[in-house]
T-cell receptor, first 112, second 117 residues
Framework: ETGVTQTPRHLVMGMTNKKSLKCEQHLGHNAMYWYKQSAKKPLELMFV???????ENNSVPSRFSPECPNSSHLFLHLHTLQPEDSALYLC???????????FGPGTRLTVL | AQKITQTQPGMFVQEKEAVTLDCTYDTSDPSYGLFWYKQPSSGEMIFLIY??????QNATEGRYSLNFQKARKSANLVISASQLGDSAMYFC??????????????FGAGTQVVVTP
């Protein structure tokens, strides 16, 4: 595996389900990010982890819960989501927070 | 307020021609970075090119060049010799280097480019 990988690529869940999105970076980076891309809206930053510590929580509802167990892995735990949470969720990584970010292919989430 | 503005929602360009994608930005930070990303229909965001606010020369990467006009706060992307594989959504993004920005990228709405034979 190279670059940034995300699983699953597609996810359909009900509003009462609990699921997790996984991101893994193979670039040796020390910062990781979650972004949300909704239809007809610019990409929005959700969370930033630098050196495995959360440094930014961009006013995200508590039904989204990130976890960064080590510098290569990032999770986004989902519970009791709403239909408006349906979107493409993109993970990114960078070497230091001030360098270019490399993105994964995204998880397309549909909440029924 | 929107910090990154891309005024062209969509463009058609013929193969082998050059295309310019517009981007203007708004910041009071003296230090910032400007990025262009490409997003094909598969969804992955592909990094294309970077320009730092203190860079004296315009950035170039292969067929991509960034026309950086600091006083006008514009950072247009030029793609030379367009190829069919260039058909995608293109996003301009900015990172402000203030200490509390944590590398946050702010994206524009994007420009859909369709390259025709």
């Amino acid at each position: 595996e190279t670059g940034v990988t995300q699983t699953p690529r597609h996810l359909v869940m009900g509003m009462t389900n609990k699921k997790s999105l996984k991101c893994e970076q193979h670039l040796g980076h020390n910062a990781m990010y979650w972004y949300k891309q909704s239809a007809k809206k610019p990409l929005e930053l959700m969370f930033v982890y630098s050196l495995e510590e959360r440094v930014e929580n961009n006013s995200v509802p508590s039904r989204f819960s990130p976890e960064c167990p080590n510098s290569s892995h990032l999770f986004l735990h989902l519970h009791t989501l709403q239909p408006e949470d349906s979107a493409l969720y993109l993970c990114a990584s960078s070497q230091g927070v001030y360098n270019e970010q490399f993105f994964g292919p995204g998880t397309r989430l549909t909440v029924l | 307020a929107q910090k990154i503005t891309q005024t062209q929602p969509g463009m058609f360009v013929q193969e082998k021609e050059a295309v310019t994608l517009d981007c203007t930005y708004d910041t009071s930070d003296p230090s910032y970075g400007l990025f262009w990303y490409k997003q094909p229909s598969s969804g992955e965001m592909i990094f294309l090119i970077y320009q730092g606010s203190y860079d004296q020369q315009n950035a170039t990467e292969g067929r991509y060049s960034l026309n950086f006009q600091k006083a006008r706060k514009s950072a247009n992307l030029v793609i030379s010799a367009s190829q069919l594989g260039d058909s995608a959504m293109y996003f301009c993004a900015m990172r402000e280097d203030s200490t509390d920005s944590w590398g946050k990228l702010q994206f524009g709405a994007g420009t859909q480019v369709v390259v025709t034979p």
